[in-house]
Antibody
């Protein structure tokens, strides 16, 4: 059973940078992508991007210019930075593991509990 | 981006009912379609992956089918704990995209 836990400020000022960290109980297997997904209040889920244990990344083009992800395997953590935030970035942010099976299918099989980040002055 | 469209957006049903939720992709995604259940204030939970594979621990009343662009999630006999929001998601390509969700409510 893998556990993920988000941490970071719950309030960010407009034009500031949102920074979150996800702590993972088991980072040992390399067959996973470590992802960030967000959900504005009352709305659907939006994939922000993922990072592989090696540090390679894939970001949603809609956010790519503002997103940076990093990984620290020694601490079993990966992080998200989202710059130039506006009220539209207010959302519950989830970290999740994207697992792969033998048929090249992938899916988000483990999720953090989520953390609400509000952008407001 | 691959657009995912779920129908209906909301659904009222009773305990014991058979329910079907549909998800349509804007292009073929082979069988790379996943379903999640989300309860208020909680993270989504994986129910079905690769169109029809049941995630470990998920009750067998949940099933999935489809291929190409059209997919369905079926709950054979609704239980009280099944009232939640259901999301489909494609893993055919990046960016990963989700449907808008289907809220299943008690009639």
């Amino acid at each position: 059973q893998v556990q993920l836990q988000e941490s970071g400020p719950g309030l960010v000022k407009p034009s500031g940078t949102l920074s979150l960290t996800c702590s993972v109980s088991d980072f040992s297997n390399s067959n996973y992508f470590w992802s960030w997904i967000r959900q504005p209040p009352g709305k659907g889920l939006e994939w922000i991007g993922f990072i592989y244990y090696s540090g390679s990344t894939n970001y949603n083009p809609s956010l790519k210019s503002r997103v940076t992800m990093s990984v620290d395997t020694s601490k079993n953590q990966f992080s998200l930075r989202l710059s130039s935030v506006t009220a539209a970035d207010t959302a519950v942010y989830y970290c999740a593991r994207e697992g792969l099976d033998g048929s090249h299918s992938s899916y988000f099989d483990y999720w953090g509990q989520g953390t609400l980040v509000t952008v407001s002055s | 981006d691959i657009q995912m469209t779920q129908s209906p957006s909301s659904l009222s049903a009773s305990v014991g009912d058979r329910v079907t939720i549909t998800c349509r992709a804007s292009q073929s995604i082979n069988n790379y379609l996943n379903w999640y259940q989300q309860k208020p204030g909680k993270a989504p939970k994986l129910l079905i992956y690769a169109t029809s594979s049941l995630q470990s621990g998920v009750p067998s009343r949940f099933s999935g089918s489809g291929s190409g662009t059209d997919f369905t999630l079926t709950i054979s006999s609704l239980q009280p704990e099944d009232f939640a929001t259901y999301h489909c998601q494609q893993s055919y390509g990046a960016p990963r995209t989700f449907g808008q969700g289907t809220k299943l409510e008690i009639k």
